[in-house]
């Protein structure tokens, strides 16, 4: 995280915008320029430097980046309209939306920053869904991973979830995704983490990370529930779903960072990680991932039904909150249906003991 900013800071770059220096009501065009701190300057002369970390959002029209700055006159105000620049701007304000969002749920921080960012991604996103299947394909294995370990450090935060590591726990958490991986046909950069928090939620991040939250963990009443979930996951890693998503979704800083080379900029990271914990995949995306997860139950001897059911169980007693696993795999009937018709009886070895079980539904000290 810090590299981002240090990255942010070294490399400067300036555009224009209307400034109002908050004692008089005067419009004046000024030329930003983004150093170590953001300088304001009229004419040559500058008029003031604001730090990063105190700039905010402030309500604008769609179309408009209106900023305000806690060590500035309250009143004083800084208007960008060109979006390329305030993209820029932006992913270097890492507490942008801060004062938004205190005292709110997780829910509204993420409502608060898709409805943020959606005014200027609307501007430029037409072709975004047209491009992303093209472009998803072409992504470098290593550009992903920056991508993941970037939007891993978002997750973490929007969370506020830390990686649950009780050794036994994590053994079996070991072994399980071992076995799912290697049935896969995946390599050993698959990484997952069990993470800290009651969000009954689990997802894959571009650069083969693979997110188990607890509150999934704790709903689970056996090894080939939380299996079925995780290998589909391992399919969308497979066909690369989450990339695309993020793609889509991310559009406009995605393709900006893109150009610029500052995609692991907070901007596009913070827009990356909500994106891919609350968009729904497409209901393509969903079947070929449970296609997927099917098949690699069937040749581990595991019956596929068990996942349907712990996705059924989190639909019964959690209220859509735009957060559980429910808002990204939408569960249709069919999906469902199908998890039933395509189950077997187990011909394969149980894939965690009992013992394991009891450690692996312990990993963050809930057991
Ligand atoms: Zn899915």
Request: proline share 4%; aromatic share 6%.
């Amino acid at each position: 995280m810090d590299s981002t900013l240090s990255d942010g800071a070294a490399r400067a770059s300036a555009g224009s915008a209307v400034y109002f220096d908050g004692q008089s009501s005067r419009r004046r065009p000024v030329t930003i320029a983004l150093k170590e701190r953001l300088e304001i300057s009229e004419d040559g002369l500058v008029l003031a430097a604001w730090d990063y970390a105190d700039i905010r959002r402030a309500d604008c029209p769609p179309g408009i980046l209106r900023l305000s700055c806690l060590s500035a006159p309250a009143l004083a105000r800084l208007e960008i309209r060109d979006t390329a620049f305030a993209v820029d701007l932006a992913s270097r304000c890492d507490k942008i939306d801060k004062d938004r969002v205190d005292g709110r749920g997780v829910a509204k921080i993420v409502g608060w920053s898709l409805a943020a960012t959606a005014s200027i991604a609307a501007m430029v996103l037409f072709a975004v869904p047209f491009a992303a299947d093209r472009l998803a394909p072409l992504i470098p294995e290593s550009f992903e991973r920056r991508l993941g370990d970037a939007a891993e450090m978002q997750v973490k935060s929007v969370f506020s979830a830390q990686a649950c590591n009780d050794v036994a726990g994590q053994a079996a958490f070991s072994k399980l995704v071992n076995a799912l991986r290697r049935s896969a046909g995946l390599d050993t950069s698959v990484q997952a983490v069990v993470l800290a928090t009651d969000v009954p939620n689990a997802f894959a991040l571009p650069g083969g990370k693979v997110y188990l939250f607890n509150g999934l963990l704790v709903k689970a009443q056996a090894p080939d529930e939380i299996a079925g979930v995780l290998a589909h996951e391992l399919g969308h890693l497979k066909h690369r779903d989450n990339t695309r998503v993020l793609i889509y979704n991310g559009g406009t800083s995605f393709l900006i960072g893109l150009l610029f080379g500052d995609v692991t900029g907070s901007g596009a990271a913070i827009f990356a990680a909500r994106s891919l914990v609350t968009s729904s995949y497409s209901r393509d995306a969903e079947t070929n991932a449970d296609t997927f997860s099917i098949d690699v139950m069937h040749a581990l001897g595991r019956p596929t039904k068990p996942m349907g059911e712990l996705m059924f169980r989190v639909t019964g007693k959690q209220g859509d909150d735009g957060l559980s696993i429910l808002a990204s795999h939408p569960l249709t009937e069919d999906r469902l249906k199908r998890m039933g018709d395509e189950d077997r009886p187990a011909s394969g070895p149980p894939l965690l003991t009992a013992k394991e079980w009891a450690s692996l539904k312990g990993i963050c000290g809930t057991r």
